[in-house]
C-alpha cells in the first residue's frame, strides 16, 4: 500500500494513461464533464459517450466496450480501461482481479469498507489534474472566486473540505502534494484552507448560473440524461469552457443507447460476494448507513458480447 502514491510505478503499470486521441465514456454530470474536458483539451481525447451505471449512450455502435476509456466510473472487466474514484473493496483480503485496467484511488491505497471515513475526499477530476502534472503535463488554471467554486462543486467537495479536514490532508500527503508541480500544487493548497465565507458565497454564484442553465437545486451534481438533456448540457459544457479556458468539441450526438439493470441492497459481507457472484459491469459502496449501500449494475443477456 505504500505511505506515499508512486507515480511513476502508476504510469509504469497503467501505460495507457499517457496516450493520446483515446476515445473516452464519462459520467453525465459535473464531474464527468469536467474530466472530458481536462482530457480533451490536454490529451485530445475523443468524448464518444456517458454511463450512468443505468445506461450506456454513445456517439456511434460499439464493437465492444474495449474501445473507449471510462472516467468517472470504474469498469470491472480486465481488459477495460476506467478511472474511478468510487470506493470499491469489502476488506484486504477482498480480490478483484477484473479491476487490473481500473484506476481508482481507494484502490491504490488499500481504502475499504471498513474505513469508510477514510475514503479519498475529492472528485475523479481533481485526481486527474494531479496525475497529468506527474505525466509532466503543465495544467493552466488561473484561480479566482469563478474557478474555485468550479473546483468545490464536483461530488460535494466543499463538505468534505469543511468537515473532513483532516482526512483531506491525509490524502494530499498520499498524493505527494508537496512534490507536485506549483501550479496544481498552490491549487490544492487554496482548497484545503478555503474559508466558509468563500464557500457560500461562490457556491451562492455557481447556483444561480447553473439555474440560468437550468439546472436546479435538487439536481446536484448536476446529472442529466444525454438523450432528453442534450441541450442543458451542451450549455453547462459551454459555460465550463468560458469559466475555466479550456476548449473542446462539442458534445457528441446521442445515436446508440443501451440499457442495463441496476441493482441496489444493503452493504453487507454476504451481498458484497453475491454481488462479484454475478460479475457486474460496475459496482459502489455508496454508504454504510443507508439500507441500500451496495449499487451495481449487471448486463443483460443480449448486451454481453459487447461487455465480457
Not at 443483460?300 to 458480447?305: A, E
Request: aromatic share 12%.
Amino acid at each position: 500500500m505504500g505511505t506515499k502514491l508512486d507515480w511513476e510505478k502508476l504510469l509504469a503499470e497503467q501505460e495507457w494513461l499517457q496516450q493520446t486521441n483515446l476515445l473516452m465514456v464519462v459520467s453525465p454530470d459535473f464531474d464527468g464533464l469536467l474530466c472530458a474536458l481536462l482530457m480533451s483539451h490536454y490529451r485530445n481525447w475523443r468524448l464518444c459517450g456517458f454511463y450512468d451505471g443505468r445506461k450506456l449512450t454513445l456517439a456511434m455502435p460499439p464493437t465492444h466496450i474495449r474501445e473507449f476509456v471510462f472516467l468517472d466510473m470504474e469498469i470491472y472487466r480486465p481488459f477495460v480501461r476506467s478511472v474511478g474514484n468510487h470506493l470499491l473493496q469489502w476488506s484486504q483480503r477482498t480480490l478483484l482481479p477484473n479491476f487490473t485496467r481500473a484506476v481508482n484511488p481507494n484502490l491504490l491505497r488499500g481504502i475499504t469498507a471498513r474505513e469508510f471515513d477514510r475514503k479519498y475526499p475529492f472528485a475523479t477530476f481533481h485526481f486527474l489534474l494531479v496525475l497529468l502534472t506527474h505525466m509532466g503535463v503543465t495544467v493552466h488554471l488561473t484561480l479566482n472566486p469563478s474557478l474555485l467554486a468550479i473546483l468545490l462543486y464536483p461530488d460535494g467537495t466543499h463538505q468534505v473540505l469543511l468537515n473532513y479536514r483532516r482526512n483531506v490532508m491525509d490524502w494530499l500527503d498520499w498524493m505527494g502534494l508537496k512534490s507536485t508541480p506549483a501550479p496544481i500544487r498552490t491549487l490544492f493548497q487554496r482548497l484545503a484552507s478555503v474559508r466558509l465565507a468563500d464557500v457560500v458565497h461562490g457556491l451562492e454564484w455557481l447556483s444561480g448560473q447553473l439555474r440560468e442553465i437550468g439546472f436546479r437545486q435538487k439536481d446536484d451534481p448536476c446529472k442529466f440524461d444525454p438523450e432528453s438533456d442534450l441541450p442543458k448540457a451542451q450549455s453547462l459544457w459551454q459555460f465550463l469552457q468560458q469559466i475555466i479556458g479550456w476548449q473542446s468539441p462539442p458534445l457528441p450526438l446521442p445515436n446508440w443507447t443501451a440499457i442495463f439493470e441496476v441493482h441496489s441492497t444493503a452493504l453487507k459481507a454476504a451481498s458484497y460476494w453475491e454481488m462479484l457472484e454475478k460479475n457486474p459491469l460496475s459496482f459502489a459502496l455508496t454508504s454504510r448507513s443507508r439500507e441500500q449501500g451496495l449499487q451495481y449494475t449487471l448486463v443483460p443477456l443480449n448486451y454481453r458480447s459487447l461487455t465480457d
